[in-house]
């Protein structure tokens, strides 16, 4: 499978703990974003690299938030404490270009915080 | 920033009907359109986009059109069929790094 890839799919987790979820591109996608979707919602832009460099950040994401990409490839995101309000569906895209072209979308990781 | 509204957020149609989803986008220097279906408990899937140098694109029965003054887009769909019934979501993109801003999404029903 060539697409877009995450793991783990499904999380469920106690509040106050940490979780990290990894996403990995389509190869050769130099550009890669995480989305949050809420039940009924289009998905919210949270970050985005280009390579290994996080270029931009949604006022959404908390200093709990933190995403790496540290070698240009894959790419983790990672929420520290977490509360309820963090459950969603954590979506990784990925784009082949400079521009804002063409997004492609993995699975997404179904985080629940009880 | 871009803002996006997106009507209706739910529509049904007997198969074979057409659909018509509409979008309206707030920055006029956007330049690329996409619509992506999304299937219950599914990823959100490109279906077509567009880009600010045309005003309408086609793929079989699906088509968007672009209307540049006015700020907003729509997608057509002809001919539906049981399996077109998805949520739909069209986006624009916030500044020059990309990212989406999206809509609402429109739940289509397409009843045999």
């Known amino acids: 499978d060539t697409g877009v890839s995450q793991n783990p799919r499904h999380k469920i987790t106690k509040r106050g703990q940490n979780v990290t979820f990894r996403c990995d591109p389509i190869?050769?996608?130099?550009?890669l974003y995480w989305y949050r979707q809420t039940l009924g919602q289009g998905p919210e832009f949270l970050t985005y690299?280009?390579?290994?460099?996080?270029?931009?950040k949604s006022r959404l994401l908390s200093d709990r938030f933190s995403a790496e990409r540290p070698k240009g490839s894959f790419s983790t995101l990672e929420i520290q404490r977490t509360e309820q309000g963090d459950s969603a569906m954590y979506l990784c895209?990925?784009?082949?270009?400079?521009?804002?072209?063409?997004?492609?979308f993995g699975p997404g990781t179904r985080l629940t915080v009880t | 920033g871009e803002n996006v509204e997106q009507h209706p957020s739910t529509l049904s149609v007997q198969e074979g009907d057409s659909a018509v989803i509409k979008c309206t986008y707030s920055?006029?220097?956007?330049?690329?359109f996409p619509w992506y279906k999304q299937e219950l408990g599914k990823r959100p899937q490109l279906i077509i986009d567009?880009?600010?140098?045309?005003g309408e694109k086609k793929d079989q029965r699906i088509a968007v059109t672009l209307n540049k003054t006015a700020k907003h887009f729509s997608l057509h769909i002809t001919e539906t069929q049981p399996e077109d019934s998805a949520v739909y979501f069209c986006?624009?993109?916030?500044?020059?790094?990309?990212?989406?801003?999206f809509g609402k999404g429109t739940k289509l029903s397409v009843k045999p």
């Open positions: 986006a624009a993109p916030s500044g020059s790094q990309g990212n989406l801003i």
């Open positions: 190869s050769e996608h130099n550009r």
């Open positions: 895209a990925s784009s082949p270009q400079q521009g804002p072209y063409e997004q492609y």
């Open positions: 920055d006029s220097a956007s330049n690329y």
């Open positions: 567009i880009r600010s140098n045309v």
């Open positions: 690299f280009q390579n290994e460099a996080q270029l931009e």
